[in-house]
């Protein structure tokens, strides 16, 4: 896409200014329009050259972070909202049978240090005798599969989910015990500290305790010491760069933000395709969706200045809630011109549904595996940029 006196730093700006949909019905479409953005400063632009892949290919292993909206909010609220240590809130793996607000990670961790990774099954037994709503935890975890220009395929894991029974019937489903196993995943990226994409890293240490692991540099002490304690046996790269090549057309985007319940910073992961663009995948998208677009438009170069594949949870209306504010997102991702939007996670199904309506070219899953929508790509669904 070439760039326009309208180009899309200012798009993002007159956007994140943003206006509930009643003020956008009473002011008309001029904060919508040329004229509007022609006002902004103009955009330095980076170019950032990272390389280019041939293709990235999505293998959804579990999108289902919990499964009950209810449950998780309610548990939160109880223990005192979202500010609350989540390592507090005695959900299991961190649970001590003390209630709301009463988890503690040394408690926890003292009932089944000595069983990780390699007795989950009992390790999870014990916990769900003493956690918050011990069937509700589910987890977030993709397979990447990228392949290099010269043809050769690389293989990475983007987090670990977090039941460890879930994730481990998961990992089974897809077959990602064996390529473990084999050393096939060349890499573990884990997107940011929350339960439902970290606290299942000890399936992953079940089956390869040394893979190549990377983390954002905001991870409290807690998360850096469950790193040890799950059985990883090597050393975490730690990221404080804004953005780190990890292959040529492949690279980790850092975003230094604060998320509810004491985690620190995301990590989402952007590839060049040749001759298509880029695309951008992540796991939270805590950063939220127009930082993560405007950093990529601003700071890198990919080809044919296009925007081409989104994959992940855009967090936008986690809950199934919705707020008129969530439709300037909605309006905002059009500008973009994204050819292949693969949702699931905390998306959340209304957003799906307004993609859809507004025509955008979501790819649609099978609703298998306990995934409870067809409107985005749920568990064992795939796509392929």
Same mark, same amino acid.
């Given at each position: 896409?070439?760039?326009? %006196?309208?180009?899309?730093?200012?798009?993002? =700006? /007159?956007? +994140?200014? &943003?206006?509930?949909?009643? #003020?956008? *019905?009473?002011?008309?479409?001029?904060?919508?329009?040329?004229?509007?953005?022609?006002?902004?400063?103009?955009?330095?632009?980076?170019?950032?050259?990272?390389?280019?892949?041939?293709?990235?290919?999505?293998?959804?292993?579990?999108?289902?972070?919990?499964?009950?909206?209810?449950?998780?909010?309610?548990?939160?609220?109880?223990?005192?909202?979202?500010?609350?240590?989540?390592?507090?809130? %005695?959900?299991?793996?961190?649970?001590?049978? =003390? /209630?709301? +607000?009463? &988890?503690?990670?040394?408690? #926890?961790? *003292?009932?089944?240090?000595?069983?990780?990774?390699?007795?989950?099954?009992?390790?999870?037994?014990?916990?769900?005798?003493?956690?918050?709503?011990?069937?509700?935890?589910?987890?977030?975890?993709?397979?990447?599969?990228?392949?290099?220009?010269?043809?050769?395929?690389?293989?990475?894991?983007?987090?670990?989910?977090?039941?460890?029974?879930?994730?481990?019937?998961?990992?089974?489903?897809?077959?990602?015990?064996?390529?473990?196993?084999?050393?096939?995943?060349?890499?573990?990226?884990?997107?940011?500290?929350?339960?439902?994409?970290?606290?299942?890293?000890?399936?992953?240490?079940?089956?390869?305790?040394?893979?190549?692991?990377?983390?954002?540099?905001?991870?409290?002490?807690?998360?850096?010491?469950?790193?040890?304690?799950?059985?990883?046996?090597?050393?975490?790269?730690?990221?404080?760069?804004?953005?780190?090549?990890?292959?040529?057309?492949?690279?980790?985007?850092?975003?230094?933000?604060?998320?509810?319940?004491?985690?620190?910073?995301?990590?989402?992961?952007?590839?060049?395709?040749?001759?298509?663009?880029?695309?951008?995948?992540?796991?939270?998208?805590?950063?939220?969706?127009?930082?993560?677009?405007?950093?990529?438009?601003?700071?890198?170069?990919?080809?044919?200045?296009?925007?081409?594949?989104?994959?992940?949870?855009?967090?936008?209306?986690?809950?199934?809630?919705?707020?008129?504010?969530?439709?300037?997102?909605?309006?905002?991702?059009?500008?973009?011109?994204?050819?292949?939007?693969?949702?699931?996670?905390?998306?959340?199904?209304?957003?799906?549904?307004?993609?859809?309506?507004?025509?955008?070219?979501?790819?649609?899953?099978?609703?298998?595996?306990?995934?409870?929508?067809?409107?985005?790509?749920?568990?064992?669904?795939?796509?392929?940029?």
């Amino acid at each position: 896409m070439k760039d326009t %006196n309208m180009n899309r730093r200012d798009f993002v =700006k /007159g956007v +994140a200014t &943003g206006v509930c949909a009643g #003020a956008f *019905a009473s002011m008309g479409l001029y904060s919508y329009t040329q004229s509007a953005y022609d006002r902004l400063p103009k955009t330095e632009r980076k170019f950032q050259d990272f390389g280019a892949v041939r293709s990235v290919k999505v293998v959804n292993i579990s999108e289902t972070s919990w499964f009950s909206n209810a449950d998780l909010i309610g548990d939160i609220h109880a223990a005192g909202g979202l500010l609350v240590n989540q390592y507090t809130l %005695n959900w299991a793996p961190f649970a001590n049978g =003390k /209630g709301t +607000a009463q &988890g503690s990670y040394d408690s #926890a961790m *003292a009932t089944i240090k000595d069983l990780i990774p390699h007795d989950l099954e009992k390790a999870w037994e014990l916990q769900r005798k003493v956690a918050l709503h011990p069937d509700n935890p589910g987890g977030f975890s993709c397979l990447l599969i990228v392949e290099a220009l010269d043809g050769t395929k690389h293989n990475f894991l983007l987090d670990s989910g977090w039941s460890y029974e879930w994730m481990d019937k998961s990992f089974k489903r897809e077959g990602i015990d064996k390529m473990l196993e084999a050393r096939e995943i060349e890499g573990l990226f884990i997107s940011h500290e929350h339960w439902d994409h970290f606290w299942g890293l000890p399936v992953t240490m079940k089956y390869d305790n040394r893979i190549p692991m990377y983390i954002h540099d905001g991870f409290y002490k807690e998360g850096l010491q469950y790193i040890k304690d799950s059985g990883y046996k090597g050393t975490p790269f730690i990221q404080k760069e804004p953005m780190h090549q990890i292959m040529p057309g492949m690279a980790v985007l850092k975003f230094d933000v604060p998320i509810i319940n004491r985690v620190f910073g995301e990590t989402s992961l952007a590839f060049n395709v040749k001759d298509k663009g880029l695309v951008l995948v992540s796991g939270c998208c805590h950063q939220g969706l127009l930082q993560m677009t405007d950093y990529a438009y601003t700071d890198l170069k990919y080809d044919n200045d296009r925007f081409y594949g989104l994959y992940g949870g855009l967090h936008i209306s986690p809950f199934e809630d919705w707020d008129p504010k969530y439709d300037d997102l909605v309006i905002s991702l059009g500008k973009w011109n994204f050819e292949h939007i693969g949702c699931n996670h905390c998306t959340g199904h209304l957003t799906a549904k307004k993609f859809i309506e507004r025509g955008y070219p979501v790819v649609r899953g099978t609703a298998r595996y306990r995934s409870s929508s067809k409107d985005y790509l749920g568990n064992g669904d795939t796509i392929t940029f």
